[in-house]
């Protein structure tokens, strides 16, 4: 017999003798990712001695108010045994059992000092995660159009195409170049020494953003976490080098023809390890392992997900203004009157009431056409003083109206925010005030010239990404890569393939240890056939291809080599859209092209919205150019690097075979089979054809673990008797006799 011991808060709790304590363990469980997490727990009946009403302070006494114990909370817990710790965890109690009006027993569970998955991310979506910002600092020097941040490490972190704010004037930019660890090139002259910057992972959506997200060299760094990918919502691409095709969607640059890809055609893609650290960002106690996990690991790393929350065109967005006037200051009273710096008005304390007289103070902002609406505000020292919403006329502003004539000393910031492009002819500041210095008054006017304003669409991660609840997401991934879980003692989760599971084994001989005298032998797996598939294949090209082959695009099945077992059908299905793409010929001519696309519209051409997207990207450069229409400041250009979706990692298998079909399916690159490195050819292969082998086995024993082996296996290990290996499927310990119920499976 072991010794079983309970202690809450320190103190060890008396038990009835005859109590047991069992734990069951199972594989299903370490496959299932709702039950990540899963605890052992225990109920307790607890006898009420003296020991235990004072731990409890006699509960059953509703008269005892002061001091009384709080069973609506969990207390601090440990079991031991044999005086080794087993379970740290927490204890709650649940109820008292009374007989002849006296306290008889305490009903408590012990739970472990983990929780599921499900209790912790509950019913949440993608759109409810934390994305966190790419960068962050302050910049160490001035230079023209340059970020420089002596500090930073731009190279790893940040990528073309980025969304940058100066947070210290709310302007923006997009990073063109990345020059080194510490300097960018930025679109617009926004910085000086000392003013903090943020780089944002949801990036502008328009033209010029679009272009720089479908050039970026490489997937295989991981700070291109967002890119754009050649998959239209409704836009039909195809590609005719003939001089007279000019219709939209054409993709053939030819100078003089505005055909090709307009950015509005396009959605983002997010790297699915995005969305696997805003889990952990978000959920601070889920800790994965980087077994998986990995940037090496390329099948996971180079995953993303299609940003396609609608079917058809982005909406939603929000908006940020790109406020463009930079005033050169000049002229006569220099800069002991007023400064310039870029959005901000400085008002030096010269002008205060301690030396003064007399001072005004006035501002005219002057649109060119009176009939678009544009939102101002004025803020002084980051305190907004004066704002007027949707107005269309020249607005003129007075020290009264920001408050008063008293004290203007300070940095005022103008934010002019408009949902469209608007023009401006001007923008004056005058500045009076007299004093010693000038006895008649001092004028001052400082004009910005015409200027368009120009609106940034921010296309917001959590805005945009598919509505699938985050157990979910994670589930098809499980699914799709055979991935199991378990918590380790540090707490991180450990996650990994089955086999790299299995990998980790430590055999145990427990020969000696089973109770020969009860024992059954079942069928290893009750099914005939098991089929493997994605819940999500009704978009364009798959649904035909569906039809055409009287199979599912991407799925495979697992049969039995005896047609005539008994047994049901079993399918795994990842909660995803499995695409397929098309590579285009020239139909001027029929010869291939490099180009692969997506098309996410259903069998009648319309915009599909499905089940999100997965596919990994490829980049295209020097392999055929395409053409990109002319669009607000990027003009109408030939692309030679752009980013194409497809269901290998890589275009070439010589490369790598790893694909996210389940089945061996021709690929839409090269047009062959010999991408064989399937999901169910990597990740379940080996599992499941030991399981189908006419020998393998379900067996049932009971047995007198040791406690060493109680204390130290996981369901990695493998158990031995008389010579033959066995995995474990489940375990039933009772902790007080070490009687249990093991289910195991034959290794073959």
Same mark, same amino acid.
């Given at each position: ?10 103190? +060890?709790? $008396? ?23 899963? !605890? ?5 009946? *607890? ?16 008269n005892i108010s002061l001091g009384s114990f709080d069973a609506r909370v969990r207390v601090s817990a440990i079991l031991k045994l044999n ?51 790419? !960068? ?25 195409? $980025? ?25 617009? $002259? ?10 944002? *992972? ?18 295989n760094t991981e700070q291109n976490s967002v890119l754009a990918p050649l998959v239209t919502h409704t836009q039909r691409y195809f590609f ?11 993709? #053939?640059?030819?100078?003089? #023809? ?10 983002? !893609? ?13 959920? /601070? ?22 940003? #396609? +929350? ?13 406020? /463009? ?113 000038? /006895?008649?008054g001092y004028t001052q006017q400082i004009t910005t010239g015409a200027f368009t304003l120009y609106t940034k669409l921010i296309f917001e ?24 879980? %378990? ?140 053409? %990109? +229409? ?77 406690? #060493? ?40």
């Open positions: 017999m072991q010794v079983v011991e309970l202690y809450i808060n320190n103190t +060890r709790v $008396d038990l009835f003798k005859d109590e047991s304590v069992t734990i069951t363990d199972t594989i299903v469980n370490a496959k299932d990712v709702a039950k990540v997490f899963t !605890a052992f727990s225990q109920q307790f009946s *607890l006898p009420a001695s003296s020991t235990n009403n004072q731990i409890f302070k006699h509960y059953y006494n509703w005086g080794v710790d087993f379970k740290i965890g927490k204890v709650k109690l649940n109820s008292v059992s009374m007989k002849d009006n006296k306290a008889y027993s305490y009903k408590v569970v012990f739970y472990g000092e983990t929780v599921t998955l499900n209790d912790i991310i509950s019913e949440d979506k993608l759109n409810d995660l934390t994305f966190a910002d790419k !960068a962050f600092g302050t910049t160490t020097s001035t230079t023209a159009d340059k970020l420089v941040d002596s500090s930073a490490t731009f190279t790893s972190t940040v990528s073309i195409g $980025d969304r940058i704010t100066n947070t210290s004037d709310s302007t923006i930019a997009i990073i063109t170049a990345i020059d080194s660890n510490t300097e960018l090139t930025i679109s617009n $002259d926004i910085f000086v020494s000392g003013e903090n910057y943020t780089v944002h *992972l949801s990036p502008f959506y328009d033209a010029e953003s679009i272009y720089y997200k479908m050039q970026l060299n490489s997937v005719n080098s003939h001089s007279s095709a000019t219709d939209n969607g054409n993709l #053939h640059f030819k100078n003089g #023809h505005d055909t090709g890809v307009l950015y509005s055609d396009l959605k983002y !893609a997010i790297r699915v390890n995005e969305i696997i650290k805003a889990i952990t960002t978000t959920y /601070p106690s889920i800790v994965f392992s980087n077994d998986f996990f990995n940037f090496s690991n390329k099948v996971y790393s180079n995953l993303f997900m299609w940003l #396609h +929350r609608k079917s058809g065109a982005v909406d939603t967005l929000s908006q940020q203004t790109s406020y /463009p006037i930079d005033i050169d200051y000049g002229g006569a009273g220099g800069d002991e009157w007023a400064g310039i710096n870029n959005t901000s008005l400085i008002i030096n304390t010269a002008f205060d009431d301690t030396d003064a007289f007399d001072q005004t103070f006035s501002w005219t902002i002057d649109p060119v056409n009176n009939t678009t609406p544009y939102d101002l505000s004025v803020a002084r020292d980051g305190i907004v003083v004066f704002a007027l919403s949707q107005t269309l006329n020249t607005t003129s502003i007075t020290a009264n109206d920001l408050g008063g004539i008293g004290n203007l000393s300070g940095t005022y910031v103008t934010t002019i925010t408009s949902t469209v492009e608007i023009e401006f002819s001007n923008v004056i500041i005058n500045l009076f005030a007299k004093n010693t210095e000038y /006895p008649t991660i959590s805005a945009q990404i598919p509505e699938i609840s985050t157990l979910d997401f994670l589930t098809g991934l499980f699914k799709m890569f055979n991935l199991v879980a %378990y918590v380790k003692e540090d707490g991180t989760i450990y996650v990994d393939t089955l086999d790299d599971f299995y990998a980790t084994s430590t055999t145990y001989d427990i020969t000696k240890y089973i109770d020969v005298n009860t024992s059954s032998v079942n069928v290893a797996l009750p099914y005939k056939e098991i089929v493997f598939t994605y819940k999500g294949v009704k978009s364009f090209l798959a649904d035909k291809y569906t039809k055409l082959f009287n199979a599912t695009w991407g799925a495979e099945k697992f049969n039995s080599l005896n047609n005539n077992l008994d047994g049901g059908i079993y399918k795994v299905e990842a909660p995803f859209e499995h695409m397929m793409f098309e590579r285009l010929i020239n139909e001027n001519g029929g010869a291939q092209t490099n180009i692969v696309w997506g098309y996410s519209v259903n069998n009648n051409q319309e915009p599909y919205i499905g089940e999100p997207v997965l596919f990994y990207p490829n980049i295209r450069s020097g392999q055929g150019n395409i053409s %990109y +229409r002319a669009s607000g400041s990027i003009a109408h250009t030939s692309m030679s690097v752009y980013s194409v979706p497809m269901n290998s990692v890589f275009s070439s298998s010589a490369t790598s075979t790893a694909n996210s079909n389940f089945g061996n399916m021709r690929n839409e690159y090269t047009g062959d089979t010999s991408f064989t490195g399937t999901l169910y050819q990597n990740y379940y292969n080996t599992y499941i054809a030991n399981l189908f082998k006419t020998n393998s086995r379900l067996v049932q024993y009971n047995a007198y673990l040791p406690l #060493h082996i109680i204390l130290n296996y996981t369901l990695a290990d493998i158990f031995v008797i008389n010579g033959q290996q066995f995995r474990i499927n489940s375990l039933n310990i009772n902790l007080t006799n070490n009687k249990s119920q093991i289910e195991l499976i034959t290794i073959w």
